[in-house]
């Protein structure tokens, strides 16, 4: 009988000791509060806060300010306003999160603009819609049970410098002290929002920082210590989270990195377009082993069904969890959705490749408004998950079923 009770009161403390916890790291896995591992499977949420020109089948307009421009040209900034604000609201609904979890995905990386946070204007929002829009997902994932990884993937002046983070073309937040403390401060604000919100795994501090074209110009060495100062601040209000830290040169070089500077860090890596093989990730299994830390695939994928399913099955002999780009696009079997091309569409793809440098073309060349909105008002509809095509195959190939 005493034998009894202490084996019963050793489970209630061992589950005590992990109940209402959050996600932490242990050795080379990532922990779940009732201290089981768990192996990250989940679907990057691209273009929803942070818009691509390639999403909307646009070449030459490809980062946000230069989509947003050719909205603004077409209907006008309050028509644009409105279409923003509208995408926002059906681009992604509860209805996503219920499917992505129903396909027994455990997980979503959440992309965002930093401007969504600060008292700059992007998409015609506020500050507070940023915050809006991040309580709405994180309620719906709450609901679904489907765990969070918060990233930024544009940062004040440019961490990459191309598109992907509505830069000027270079990485200018590694130059710039008062962009790193703004970048610093939108991190601290966020981690002090939801430092108690146990549906966030953590903070992807950078997506693919410092792109190949500056590899020789002595940006690398500023990484970690901005990650550093920025884990730090963090820490000052959320003791919580996992902060997950991205290798420079597209996330895929991890010589930037020392020791571990913080006793709860994941290291993540993408890699896109390569043959998947363990020889394209035996340095991050090396790095792995050496340091004792978890890895993560942040982002891959944009590729065949067979190439995905290889990659996929690579990383999961290797418990090494994972995060495939995108969820939704628009008319591409390269996801687990797609929408469907509004009627005319091609007419606004057509202006949106055409030489707009100057205000007389603009003027010469503007489309029927009429026409337009009613274009972007079919695309939004399309939009919704009702509407869109499930991609069996890309779906299959996550080793997933609907």
């Known amino acids: 009988m005493k034998l009894r009770f202490v084996i019963i009161m050793l489970t209630v403390l061992s589950f005590q000791m992990f109940a209402g916890d959050f996600v932490k790291t242990r050795g080379k896995e990532i922990i779940l509060p009732s201290g089981e591992p768990i192996l990250l499977k989940g679907m990057n949420i691209g273009n929803w806060l942070l818009p691509e020109g390639y999403m909307f089948k646009f070449k030459k307009p490809n ?81 679904e049970n489907l765990y969070v990884i918060l990233d930024m993937h544009g940062a004040p002046c440019g961490q990459t410098g191309d598109n992907i983070d509505d830069s000027w073309g270079y990485p200018w937040l590694f130059t710039s002290e008062d962009c790193q403390n703004e970048f610093i401060k939108i991190w601290k604000s966020i981690a002090e929002k939801y430092a108690d919100d146990k549906i966030i795994i953590g903070y992807d501090l950078l997506n693919e920082p410092i792109a190949h074209y500056f590899e020789e110009d002595g940006l690398y060495e500023k990484l970690e210590p901005l990650y550093k100062k920025a884990t730090a601040a963090i820490r000052e209000v959320d003791k919580n989270h996992i902060i997950f830290l991205g290798g420079a040169k597209w996330n895929t070089n991890f010589s930037v990195f020392g020791e571990p500077f913080d006793d709860n860090l994941v290291y993540t890596f993408h890699k896109y377009w390569m043959e998947p093989v363990q020889e394209q990730i035996q340095e991050y299994l090396d790095f792995s082993e050496k340091y004792n830390v978890p890895l993560y695939l942040g982002e891959s994928g944009e590729n065949s069904d067979e190439w995905v399913n290889n990659f996929r099955t ?44 100057n205000y007389q073309f603009i003027r010469e060349n503007r489309l029927d408004q009429a026409v337009v909105k009613q274009i972007l008002a079919e695309y939004l509809e399309n939009c919704n998950l009702k509407k869109c095509e499930a991609n069996e195959g890309y779906i299959k190939a996550l080793g997933l079923t609907d």
């Open 63 to 143: 980062s946000p300010r230069l989509v947003t421009s050719v909205f603004a040209e077409l209907i006008g900034p309050d028509e644009a306003k409105k279409f923003w604000v509208n995408f926002q609201d059906v681009y992604i609904t509860h209805e996503d999160i219920k499917f992505i979890k129903r396909l027994g995905l455990n997980s979503i990386r959440l992309p965002f603009h930093y401007a969504l946070f600060n008292d700059e204007t992007f998409l015609h929002n506020t500050q507070a819609r940023g915050f809006e829009l991040f309580d709405r997902i994180l309620d719906w994932c709450r609901k």
């Open 314 to 357: 690579l990383l999961e002999q290797h418990n090494i969890g994972w995060c495939f780009w995108p969820y939704k696009k628009l008319e591409s079997s390269a996801g687990i959705v797609q929408i469907k091309y509004p009627s005319n569409y091609e007419t606004i793809m057509d202006y949106a490749e055409k030489p707009r440098d």
